[in-house]
């Protein structure tokens, strides 16, 4: 089964910009929906981006669209996200997640495979 390691978080300025890594071992990133999440303390898990292994189709929620973007790089076996004009409200830990579901999700329970995160922190 594939494992998933995160990383690139750390403290940032509001209006600046991270790049997150997520790399997988154990299994290619093109056989499974991918996708980011998000939990900020006391809140629950947050959909930030889904990418189909199919037709290369992206979500993003009104939240992040815009300043957000997922990207692959199948000969890394590496999934990006590029966060630009970061705002407070985005401090959290992200989380990589995969399915080999059909169906591309929004929903953390439809994921079977996390990584252990990794800490964003939005200064004002």
């Known amino acids: 089964q594939v494992q998933l390691v995160e990383s690139g978080g750390g403290l940032v300025q509001a209006g600046g910009s991270l790049r997150l890594s997520c790399t997988a071992s154990?299994?290619?990133?093109?056989?499974?929906?991918m996708a980011w999440f998000r939990q900020a303390p006391g809140k629950e898990r947050e959909f930030v981006t889904t990418?189909?292994?199919?037709?290369?189709?992206?979500l993003y929620p009104d939240s992040v669209k815009d300043r957000f973007a997922v990207s692959v790089d199948n000969a890394k076996n590496t999934m990006y996200l590029q966060l630009d004009s970061l705002i407070p409200d985005d401090t959290a830990v992200y989380f990589c997640?995969?399915?080999?579901?059909?169906?591309?999700?929004?929903?953390?329970?439809?994921?079977?495979?996390w990584g252990q995160g990794t800490q964003v922190t939005v200064s004002s």
């Open positions: 997640a995969a399915t080999e579901s059909e169906i591309l999700s929004r929903t953390p329970s439809n994921y079977n495979y």
């Open positions: 990418r189909s292994r199919i037709t290369g189709a992206i």
């Open positions: 154990g299994g290619l990133l093109s056989n499974y929906h």
